[in-house]
């Protein structure tokens, strides 16, 4: 069998995205979390966050890439985050002149990607 046809396997690593993006998640809420520390759960949150910007976004980019509606019926409209994408690949996934050094490091906006209006206030 395909991989491509075994759609519970397929299923099993987009589920598996977002387990460990609600990990992250619980992870960057504990109080006292060193910046090591921090950092490395930012890092998770970021690849984890791109992964289903992918997989949930518009663009179909085809070839192997799983989508929702290879799954169920799909219709539902989703505004890819274009700055959270493009961050965690130059800064997190890929070796690029755009990483920030150290003592550069600017703090992801987990309100905007949450919480749009409290971007705005």
């Given at each position: 069998?395909?991989?491509?046809?075994?759609?519970?396997?397929?299923?099993?690593?987009?589920l598996?995205e977002?387990?460990?993006l609600?990990a992250?998640?619980?992870?960057?809420?504990?109080p006292g979390?060193?910046?090591?520390d921090?950092?490395?759960?930012?890092?998770?949150?970021?690849?984890?966050?791109?992964?289903?910007?992918?997989?949930?976004?518009?663009?179909d980019?085809?070839?192997?890439?799983?989508?929702?509606?290879?799954?169920?019926?799909?219709?539902?409209?989703?505004?890819?985050?274009?700055n959270?994408?493009?961050?965690?690949?130059?800064?997190v996934?890929?070796?690029?002149?755009d990483?920030?050094?150290?003592?550069?490091?600017?703090?992801?906006?987990?309100?905007?990607?949450?919480?749009?209006?409290?971007c705005?206030?």
């Open positions: 069998m395909r991989k491509r046809d075994d759609k519970p396997a397929a299923l099993d690593h987009a598996y977002i387990e460990m609600a992250a998640l619980v992870a960057l809420c504990r979390l060193s910046g090591a921090g950092s490395g759960w930012m890092e998770v949150f970021a690849i984890h966050s791109r992964n289903l910007n992918e997989f949930f976004g518009q663009n980019p085809g070839g192997g890439y799983m989508k929702p509606s290879h799954f169920v019926e799909w219709t539902q409209s989703y505004a890819f985050d274009t959270l994408a493009r961050r965690a690949s130059s800064q996934a890929h070796l690029t002149y990483r920030e050094k150290p003592e550069e490091k600017t703090q992801w906006s987990f309100e905007c990607i949450f919480r749009p209006c409290a705005h206030l």
